[in-house]
Structures are given as structure tokens and as C-alpha cells.
């Protein structure tokens, strides 16, 4: 009943203006504004929610969150698997010096009966036995850092998995922060503290209102008359006999006809079908969603 009212008013407003007027304008139509509903990311309780209808919002602005405590111990539980699992990984270094410490006497050695050879001190098997150790070592030594190198490659790829977890964890808690995406004036508020949220519930609804769109219809006999880009005079009612006057631009024309709206008049009433434009105008702060224009193509004598 009170929607069949408010039509019933905005109809009786409308047409007692043109009356006034004289249908002395081209074009008319209501004011609206592109809309965004703001949803929630994430599952839990809604901790806060500083939002209030009216209020005017900038881009990035923190409004509140989402529970995340679940999510952040599981991320902390990750944190320290990773810790578990990546202590285990081998000091190549450490785990060969005793190996390396080997190969340096064995060279030595071998040194040594290679001098000794010289001098026909030393036998050609004492000169062999030397070279045979050292290149036993220096096989075992690479066997070794192989090995290790191996176990140090499985427990990174182990890691790996866990590091992509907690990324998708840290995703999960950026999105349990309702930032506000874009500037505006909040029109409805549907969610309040302590309420259960899942992904896709709505919290809040934003408009932009710094510049409103009004949407006004024309005849299939002034659709040549109008273009995109084009400079037209708004006006709205602003007393008794007394107007508003802005300048707008036409920025969508449809390709489609329609019929006449009921609440809209347009400049030839018996106009059944008519092409509806979108006209972006400034916000002086007068300007309301739902409130009725009226469009000149050209100034009035």
C-alpha cells in the first residue's frame, strides 16, 4: 500500500508540473544512481560493522570484519609445521666436513709418495694405493652431497604445499576485512554486529550520489535530435513556479523502444513508444535518487 501510494503522488507531482510548465521542456524523467551492494568474502560471526545509512564513504575505508580466529590458529598451525619439517633439512657442509677433513690427508699423502717416488723412496704401488684413496674420497664426498641435496629437495617440495595453504589462508583473513570498495553514500543497511555471515551476504548498499543519472525518455521523432556527448539543460522543481538548472551530458542513448512509462510524460503525449536516454548530471546536493527531471535540448525562448 505505501509503494501504491508513493507512485500515486510521484504521478500526481509529475503531471501538475508539466501543467504548470506548459510542457515547456523535451524530455523527462527520475533521477537514480549507479548502485553497488556490498557482500561479505568469508563465513563467521561479524565482529563489526561500522556502517551507518546516509553515511558517506571513500574507497578503501576499513568498516569492520569477520570472525577469524579459526583462521588465523590454522595458519599459525601451518606456520609451525613448516618450522618442523624444514629443521630437518642437512647442513650440507657440516655433514661432509669430517669427509673433507679425509680427503685433505689423503692428498697429503699422496703428495708425500709422490716426492718419495721421485727420490725412489716409494714403490709404484704405495704411489697408486695414495691416488686410489684419494679418488675413493672424493667419490664418496660427491655421493654424499647428492644424497643430502636429495633429502634437502624432498623436504622443500614437502614445504611447498604447506607455504600455499597459508597463502590461501592469508587471502581468507584479508577478505574477513570489510573494506568499503567504492566512494558514495550508504542507501541501506542489511546486516548489524554479532549476525551470522556467509560469502554473498549483502551488508550494505552504496551509491554513488556525487553525480547523479537521470533517466528520461524521448519520441521516435526527437531521437535525431539527440547524440552522445551532448550538452542538455536539467531542471527541477524547486518551489512554487521556481526551478533548479543544471547542465547534463548524454552519455547512453537505447537502441530499443519501449512503451511509455506511466509516471513519465513525454513532449508528444500520444506517443506510445518511446527511446529512454541516460543524462549524467552534478550533484549540487539538491539532486535525489527518485526525484523527477525535466530535459531541454535547446534554451527556451
Known sequence: MKKVSIIAIATAAIFASCNNNENNFDAAGAFESVETIVSTES?????QLNVEEGQTLQPGQFLGYIDSVQLYEK?????????????????????VAAMQSQLDEAKKNQDRMNNLFKQNAATQQQVDDAN???????????AQKSTLGITSETIQK????????????????????II??????????YAEDHEIAAPGKALYKIAETDTLILRAYVTGSQLSLVKLGQ??????????????????TIYWISDKSEFTPKTIPTKDERADLVYAIKIR???????KIGMYGEVQFADKK
Open 132 to 142: 686410489t684413496q684419494v679418488d675413493m674420497l672424493n667419490k664418496q664426498i660427491e
Open 43 to 47: 563465513a563467521g560471526t561479524i565482529m
Open 231 to 248: 550538452k542538455v539543460t536539467v531542471r527541477t522543481d524547486k518551489g512554487a513556479k521556481q526551478y533548479s538548472t543544471y547542465t547534463g
Open 75 to 95: 595458519k599459525q598451525q601451518l606456520v609451525a609445521q613448516i618450522a618442523s619439517t624444514t629443521s630437518q633439512t642437512p647442513d650440507i657442509p657440516v655433514q
Open 281 to 287: 548530471v552534478v550533484n549540487d546536493g539538491y539532486l
Open 180 to 189: 568499503n570498495p567504492v566512494h558514495g553514500t550508504v542507501l541501506t543497511k
Open 158 to 177: 614437502n614445504v611447498a604445499p604447506l607455504q600455499h595453504q597459508i597463502d590461501q589462508l592469508n587471502d581468507q583473513l584479508t577478505k574477513c576485512r
